[in-house]
């Protein structure tokens, strides 16, 4: 009888063939997940399920008119929250004109954008933390408590920032440019580390050249990842460049020609992508100090709102004794340094980097808390400290976030809910011009495609001085004392057809109420021509 060839081993196990040899015969769909995947899946879910619940609020509108005028003229769109031109707003990043094209392709507004944005920037976030964590440490626990060091050790004052990745802050900010700014840091500083240590603790096979570097367009597309996010949110790159320094300076040993080459490659493809962009210029944004005053309060607020990141200090210091050259403790170093920088030169935007100062000792304290058991006293008391901490900062601040108030049995305070203008946009068309001073109206109306007479923010499209004459304009013509000759010159010089009120102004003589909401009390008044 004919033989039959035998593929397996004599013993019955089974022998990888082929390229599955290389991962011990499984594949990425046989594998089993890690703790991470699960965890990370886990808190994927909760955490959109609290965005979506949460009315979008803070600076939503403003992300939601720049879509809206992206989705009217794609190549050349108006000022975000006013009928200006918009050439040189950095809010036209190419994160924002991807929203735009596909607003344009699905007709779907700039408020269903920012909704939806949530869970897909999570996803960049919570994959890039996995494998950030996984370069500087094998230990499979690591990132699974990164995660929850990340998310409540903060402070116990709430603080509602982008960039600031507590979860009382991702539930108002998941759809804003900033988190996936944020998470495309973390898998640059993955692959920044990978490159300067040689592939980290990665199961991947590389290849390199016969110099034993890697390929030179890595680098290059390296380089080209830090220039998206020096464009997509300039500030988080200030700090994701502080921390590839520091990285490359803890990693990087054997400093010769061809690496030089490398990393300068890296560097120059990184600067030209950013000024290759034809919707603002990067350079503009370096000397700007339009919203630097509204920083300070980060600097002020900073003790409350940080305090319990300080428990990663003990972990930091113990990596440091290990090693001058630590990554984590020279991130950490040059992270301080740009913020106390920001204080010292009053240049107080930098206060933004606050946020992602704070990672490398939550991640430090992950990763001396996921080493393998028994563990001596000292690193029981850093778990039991930490432990305590997280604790704390999910009863005081965070747990809000994730417990409705149907299912909260003690009060937790929760996110803010705004009150919703599509009552006001059921009237006004887009690139009609409105005039209100309402704290929410003034932050929200213009994500529906309404120009305001005065531009919400500060914006380097706006010389400041012409924002500042507009706003002294709203405020005579809402002034009860104006006259009506007066305000007419006002509402013919910005082509104002509606005012919002509150309900103590006064309603002036020359408009008619169209519509009032029983929410705010607020009403909506059209100017007769």
Known sequence: MPQTVQTGHPSGRRVALGVTALRGGRTWLTRRPTPYVVMGGLFWLVMTLAYWRVPLCCDAGQHAAVV????????????????????????????????GALARL?????????????????VVLLTGIGRFVRVLTPRPWAPVLALPFMTLLWGTERVLWSGYLGLMSMATTLGYPSTFAIGLTFWAWAWTGERARGGGFSRRVRYVGPSGLGSVGAYAGLGALYGLILLVHPITAVASVAGALAIVAAWQCGWRGPLVGRWTLTGAVALA????????????LAGNTGVDGMHRTLYEGAA???????????????????????PLVLMFTAECLVVAYGWVSGHYTYGRVLGLAAVPAQFALAVELAAPRPWEWARRALGGAAAAGACAG???????????????????????????YDWVARHVRAGDVLITDGYFAVRAIAGYGVNMAAPTWPDPAVEEGERVRRYADVRAYLDPASSRAGRAVIARRYGVRW?????????????VVVDWSPETGEVLARIAP
């Open 304 to 326: 409350g709102h940080l305090w319990l990141a300080l428990l990663g200090l003990p972990a930091l210091w113990v990596r440091g004794r290990r090693s001058r050259r630590d």
């Open 499 to 511: 005012l919002v009120l509150s309900r103590w102004q006064r309603v002036p003589e020359e408009a």
């Open 106 to 122: 699905t007709g779907l507004s700039g408020w269903s954008l920012v909704k939806l944005a949530g869970p897909v920037n999570l």
């Open 273 to 284: 992508v950013a000024a290759s962009w034809p919707y603002y210029d990067i350079l503009s």
């Open 394 to 420: 999910f009863l005081t601040v965070q747990a809000g976030t994730v417990v409705p108030p149907a299912l909260d049995p003690v009060g937790f305070e929760q996110p803010p809910r705004w009150p919703s």
């Open 68 to 99: 809206e005028r992206l989705r009217w003229d794609l190549l050349h769109p108006a000022h975000p929250t006013a009928a200006l031109p918009g050439a040189g707003s950095p809010y036209y990043s190419p994160y924002t004109v991807a929203q």
